[in-house]
C-alpha cells in the first residue's frame, strides 16, 4: 500500500527566504505526483503536477521536481512571501489513472513578515 | 482549468439525520469521480471511487451501507452520510480527473459536516 510521508510538518521561516518541503513514497510506481495548498477551512489549489516520466516541474517561484527511483519530490519556493503561508500538500496517483489520490500529511508554512 | 463544485459549503445536523453532499464537475465530464475525507490536522484521505454507471468502489475501512455514493450523470456524484454521527463530522472534498486521460485532479471547495 502506497504511504506519502512530508517533511518537515511545520515550518516557520522570515519573509524572502527560499525554502525545500520533503515528499517521499514508497512505491515507486506512480502515475504521477501533484503538489497542492490547502489554506485553513478551504479547499485544495493545485500548485503543480508532475508525471511518472518528468523530472520537474516550474511555475513562477515554484519549483517541483521527482525521482521517482528514489521514492522523492521536494517543493522549492524561491523567495518566500506573506501569502505563501499554508498547508502544503503532496500526492501521488499510483497504477492506472483510475485511482485516487494517496496523500501526505501536509508541511504546514508560516511566512512571517 | 476544469472546475468542481460542491454543495452545500457547510452543513450542522442532528445525529440520526442523513445528510447528502452534491460534486458536480462544471465545464467537463467526469465518468469517475473521488471522494475524500479530512479530519481536522489530518490529511485527504481517499474514501471512495465514484463511477457513472456502476457501483462505487470503496476504501477499506470506509461502510458503505452508511456513505452511500451515486453517480447520477457524468457531471454530478452524490454523496449521502445515512445516520449521521458525532463522529462523521469532518471535511468532505470530492475531485474529478480532468478530460486528458486522468492527468490532473480538480478538487472541489469541500463541505464542512458537523453533527450535533
Known amino acids: 500500500k502506497q504511504e506519502v510521508t512530508q517533511i518537515p510538518a511545520a515550518l516557520s521561516v522570515p519573509e524572502g527566504e527560499n525554502l525545500v518541503l520533503n515528499c517521499s513514497f514508497t512505491?515507486?510506481?506512480?502515475?504521477?505526483l501533484q503538489w497542492f495548498r490547502q489554506d485553513p477551512g478551504k479547499g485544495l489549489t493545485s500548485l503543480l503536477l508532475i508525471q511518472s516520466s518528468q523530472r520537474e516541474q516550474t511555475s513562477g517561484r515554484l519549483n517541483a521536481s521527482l525521482d521517482k527511483s528514489s521514492g522523492r519530490s521536494t517543493l522549492y519556493i524561491a523567495a518566500s512571501q506573506p501569502g505563501d503561508s499554508a498547508t502544503y500538500l503532496c500526492a501521488v496517483r499510483s497504477g492506472g489513472g483510475a485511482d485516487g489520490l494517496t496523500f501526505g500529511k501536509g508541511t504546514h508554512l508560516i511566512i512571517q513578515p | 482549468g476544469a472546475v468542481v463544485s460542491q454543495h452545500p459549503s457547510w452543513v450542522i445536523c442532528k445525529s440520526g439525520t442523513s445528510v447528502k453532499i452534491e460534486c458536480r464537475s462544471l465545464d467537463f465530464q467526469a465518468t469517475t469521480m473521488f471522494w475524500y475525507r479530512q479530519f481536522p490536522k489530518q490529511s485527504l484521505m481517499l474514501m471512495a471511487t465514484s463511477n457513472e454507471g456502476s457501483k462505487a468502489t470503496y476504501e477499506q475501512g470506509v461502510e458503505k451501507d452508511k456513505f452511500l455514493i451515486n453517480h447520477a450523470s457524468l457531471t454530478l456524484s452524490t454523496l449521502t452520510v445515512t445516520s449521521a454521527h458525532p463522529e462523521d463530522s469532518s471535511f468532505y472534498i470530492c475531485?474529478?480527473?480532468?478530460?486528458?486521460?486522468?492527468?490532473?485532479?480538480?478538487f472541489g471547495p469541500g463541505t464542512r459536516l458537523t453533527v450535533l
Open positions: 512505491d515507486s510506481a506512480i502515475y504521477n
Open positions: 475531485s474529478a480527473p480532468g478530460a486528458l486521460a486522468y492527468n490532473e485532479q480538480f
